[in-house]
């Protein structure tokens, strides 16, 4: 009995580590009416997308050799200021000279003084239009909002229409209503790392309720995103939850 569930037990670890072998953060490429748009996973909570030569760059965190051969942003959209998602020193590597940031209220009021003349505030509801692509906040908070890491109305997910597609970026959330409610997403960043937002089947939960066609998991330090993808696929909905390296090693 010990010998069959040693057995099994590494034919778990391979099994765990033949399917984290597999996963890169290479870009993906979707086909649209109005050009290519490529998703871009760099680390964590952050991602760059691309679509005629106009670059949106999402919480930018990390060294600045993740942002090798990338273009320079057009857009630099902030969901909240936790060190992983405005970090001052990853823009200070960045051109943002040309950029437009798109920000909440209490992000603006931390970001370097340099910056004053670049930046768009937002708050949940509001929109922004630049070079073809409509941005707007909309909320992110924990539940129970109050006294929580993440309370309603202080930072903003996005929702970015580009190349005729709506992308979802959640910022740091749990399951709120609004998430559930969104409609007509082409592809959704969800997150889900405890204690700081929420499990994964919570996040399952979620998504199975607002179906986006495509679902990275980001932001998932240390969860199960193997398993998340198996609870999501069970239910036999039209949604390709996509898998990526959001952590690659340097």
């Not at 490429?29 to 670059?55: A, C, Q, R, S, Y």
């Not at 970001?111 to 409509?134: A, C």
Request: aromatic share 10%; net charge negative.
């Amino acid at each position: 009995m010990l010998r069959s569930a040693a057995i099994l037990i590494i034919t778990c670890l391979l099994t765990a580590s033949s399917v984290f072998a597999q996963l890169n953060n290479n870009p993906d490429t979707f086909e649209t009416e109005n050009g290519d748009l490529k998703v871009h996973p760099i680390l964590h909570g952050t991602v760059i997308f691309e679509w005629n030569d106009v670059d949106v760059y999402v919480d930018p965190w990390g060294s600045a050799d993740l942002y090798e051969g990338k273009s320079e942003p057009e857009l630099i959209l902030i969901t909240h200021p936790h060190g992983d998602h405005l970090s001052n020193e990853t823009l200070a590597a960045l051109n943002t000279e040309n950029a437009t940031f798109i920000v909440p209220q209490v992000v603006a009021e931390q970001m370097p003084e340099k910056y004053s003349e670049q930046v768009v505030i937002l708050k949940n509801g509001e929109t922004y239009s630049q070079n073809g692509i409509k941005i707007k906040a909309i909320p992110m908070y924990n539940l129970p909002n109050e006294g929580a890491r993440h309370t309603k109305n202080w930072g903003n997910g996005y929702v970015i229409t580009m190349a005729g597609q709506r992308l979802y970026v959640s910022g740091d959330t749990e399951d709120i209503p609004e998430m559930r409610q969104l409609e007509k997403i082409d592809i959704a960043f969800v997150c889900m790392n405890l204690p700081y937002t929420m499990d994964i089947y919570q996040a399952a939960s979620g998504v199975l309720d607002f179906e986006p066609k495509v679902m990275y998991p980001y932001h998932h330090r240390g969860q199960d995103i193997e398993r998340f993808k198996e609870v999501v696929d069970w239910e036999g909905k039209d949604i390709d939850v996509r898998l990526k390296n959001w952590y690659p090693e340097r």
